[in-house]
């Protein structure tokens, strides 16, 4: 994706979550993030989720991720643990995923960002890009989604709602 950036370079210690339903934008937000401004960290979930059934495994260790400034990958070949990943805290750090924004880690940012998609459009988006590696478990993670969701409520928390059909238009609005 190219975006014109019009937004400034967040400071230094910006920390961001970006959350929202699987096939919403996310990644590609983050990503333009990464691009727009090379400084920033991006932190992906879908590296950190311990399979299928990790969504509130993972969500409850980002405040550890924003405090201790590291983070452990799942090696979803092997279903275990890999490697461990430092973060500079001297530099912009975003983390991208379902399950980022919630009670415990909004205090701990600067900003958050829920990603919207109506429902076929995500679904789409998700089986195009991952397509028979995810398709058999799309409804499983959607409860799972579902069920974080009705729990923490990341929609409500977050300080920004981003159309996930055109998500460079988030650097224009500046």
């Not at 090696?75 to 430092?86: C, I, L, Q, R, V």
């Amino acid at each position: 994706m190219s975006a014109d950036v019009t937004r400034p370079l967040p400071s230094p210690r910006w920390r961001c979550l970006i959350d929202g339903r699987s096939g919403s934008g996310k990644t590609e937000l983050g990503r333009a993030m990464a691009a727009a401004w090379p400084e920033v960290q991006l932190v992906k979930l879908d590296d950190l989720y311990p399979g299928w059934d990790g969504l509130d495994a993972t969500s409850s260790i980002i405040p550890c991720i924003l405090t201790q400034l590291r983070w452990q990958e799942w090696n979803w070949a092997t279903d275990s643990a890999g490697a461990w990943h430092e973060l500079d805290g001297d530099r912009p750090i975003v983390i991208e995923g379902i399950g980022s924004l919630s009670r415990a880690s909004k205090p701990l940012v600067d900003h958050s960002i829920w990603v919207d998609l109506d429902d076929v459009a995500r679904k789409k988006r998700a089986l195009d890009r991952d397509g028979d590696t995810y398709a058999p478990h799309w409804e499983r993670w959607a409860r799972h989604e579902q069920s974080f969701m009705a729990r923490e409520q990341p929609r409500e928390l977050a300080a920004e709602i981003v159309d996930g059909v055109d998500i460079s238009r988030w650097f224009e609005r500046g």
